[in-house]
């Protein structure tokens, strides 16, 4: 250790530590290196293990939704179907319900109908009868009622009592134009004026007109009524205002002939017959002036013979005589 080196080996002592050194360098570097690019593709094999754990893990994802989505809507298909079947046998039992209460109601029905022509008569007379009697039994409510309230009646009487007084006395007027009673007879006599003047008139007091109808001041005795003395005597007393099934029309009867032979009598009728010619319109006789004197051949033509055939000869046997002369012993 005292001992001393020389230059020389100092020096390459120094080169060999600068090469060891240099090589120890150039192996770290390349081992750097290495390393580096073992690092590289490690990372980028881990990169694309990644990525395909991650594309992996997408489409299962994907796959589940699909999955969750088609399950959804096959439950919503069968929750549609169960509710249409459902819907149907609801509708099915309804249907068997009304079917059910249709033949229920028919059945009381049926049985009112009549299988034989003997139940159809008799059930026809029974509706008859039945039928009469509802119609009598709202007859006499109706006339309850009308009876109770005569107001009822009332305004209809008016207007058929407007109704009635114009038709008759137009036609009266017609009457006494066509027949000329009415240029010959005074206006001012009573059974010249108008039908409903002289029924208003009476009407005012109907009650002396029908006590003067209903008395018998002729010997005739009532058609159908043969009393006995007394029962004559009770009678009298009993309708010395007169008999309410007794009407003497006699006054009426008188006026009528009296206006018959009054239109028998010539002055009267000859009268009546101008003032008649009077009221008519004047009417010029149409006539062919070109006709006088023979320039036109005149002659009338007959209608057609309806319903005409000529006669054909009856066929007499030769028997005929012989019996008609035996008839009755004629023959003597």
Same mark, same amino acid.
């Given at each position: 250790?005292? !001992?001393?080196?020389s230059?020389?080996t100092?020096?390459g002592d120094?080169?060999?530590?600068?090469?060891?050194?240099?090589h120890?360098?150039?192996?770290?570097?390349?081992?750097?290196?290495?390393?580096?690019?073992?690092?590289?593709?490690?990372?980028?094999?881990?990169?694309?293990? &990644?990525?395909?754990?991650?594309?992996? %893990?997408? !489409?299962?994802?994907?796959?589940?939704?699909?999955?969750?989505?088609?399950?959804?809507?096959?439950?919503e298909?069968?929750?549609?179907?169960?509710?249409?079947?459902s819907?149907?046998k609801?509708?099915?039992?309804?249907d068997?319900?009304?079917?059910?209460?249709?033949?229920?109601q028919?059945?009381?029905v049926?049985? @009112?109908?009549?299988?034989?022509? =003997?139940?159809?008569?008799?059930?026809?007379?029974?509706?008859?009868?039945?039928?009469k009697?509802? @119609?009598?039994?709202i007859?006499?409510l109706?006339?309850?009622?009308?009876?109770?309230?005569?107001?009822?009646?009332?305004?209809?009487?008016g207007?058929?009592?407007?109704?009635?007084?114009?038709?008759?006395?137009?036609?009266?007027?017609k009457?006494?134009?066509?027949?000329?009673?009415?240029?010959?007879?005074?206006?001012?006599?009573?059974?010249?004026?108008?039908?409903?003047?002289?029924?208003?008139?009476h009407?005012?007091?109907?009650?002396?007109?029908?006590?003067g109808?209903?008395?018998?001041?002729?010997?005739?005795?009532?058609?159908?009524?043969?009393? &006995?003395?007394?029962?004559?005597?009770?009678?009298?007393?009993?309708?010395?205002?007169?008999?309410?099934?007794?009407?003497d029309?006699? &006054?009426?009867?008188?006026?009528?002939?009296?206006?018959?032979?009054?239109?028998?009598?010539?002055? =009267?009728?000859?009268?009546a017959?101008?003032? @008649? %010619?009077?009221?008519?319109?004047k009417k010029? !006789?149409?006539?062919?002036?070109?006709?006088s004197?023979?320039?036109?051949?005149?002659?009338?033509?007959?209608? %057609?013979?309806?319903?005409?055939?000529a006669?054909?000869p009856?066929?007499?046997?030769?028997?005929?005589?012989?019996?008609?002369?035996?008839?009755?012993?004629? !023959?003597?």
């Amino acid at each position: 250790m005292g !001992k001393k080196k020389s230059r020389k080996t100092v020096e390459g002592d120094d080169d060999f530590m600068d090469d060891r050194i240099t090589h120890v360098e150039n192996n770290y570097h390349n081992n750097s290196d290495s390393h580096d690019e073992n690092l590289d593709d490690q990372s980028e094999d881990d990169y694309d293990d &990644d990525d395909n754990i991650v594309i992996g %893990k997408d !489409k299962d994802a994907l796959k589940g939704e699909e999955m969750e989505e088609l399950e959804k809507e096959y439950r919503e298909l069968r929750n549609e179907e169960q509710n249409i079947l459902s819907n149907l046998k609801r509708h099915k039992d309804e249907d068997i319900q009304k079917g059910q209460a249709v033949k229920n109601q028919r059945e009381p029905v049926r049985s @009112l109908f009549c299988d034989t022509d =003997s139940e159809v008569s008799e059930a026809y007379s029974d509706l008859i009868a039945s039928s009469k009697k509802t @119609l009598d039994s709202i007859l006499e409510l109706q006339q309850a009622l009308v009876a109770n309230n005569p107001s009822i009646t009332k305004f209809e009487d008016g207007i058929m009592a407007s109704f009635r007084n114009k038709s008759i006395d137009k036609w009266q007027r017609k009457t006494q134009v066509t027949t000329g009673a009415a240029a010959v007879k005074d206006k001012l006599h009573a059974f010249n004026q108008s039908i409903s003047a002289q029924v208003a008139d009476h009407m005012r007091d109907p009650s002396r007109m029908i006590k003067g109808m209903q008395q018998n001041r002729s010997a005739v005795a009532v058609f159908g009524n043969v009393p &006995d003395l007394t029962e004559k005597i009770k009678q009298e007393e009993t309708y010395a205002n007169g008999d309410p099934e007794l009407l003497d029309d006699s &006054d009426f009867y008188q006026q009528l002939l009296k206006e018959f032979f009054e239109t028998i009598d010539p002055s =009267s009728s000859e009268t009546a017959f101008y003032a @008649l %010619k009077r009221l008519q319109t004047k009417k010029r !006789k149409i006539v062919d002036r070109r006709a006088s004197k023979s320039r036109k051949i005149r002659y009338n033509v007959h209608e %057609k013979i309806v319903n005409f055939m000529a006669p054909r000869p009856v066929d007499i046997p030769p028997m005929a005589p012989k019996l008609f002369e035996n008839l009755f012993g004629l !023959k003597t």
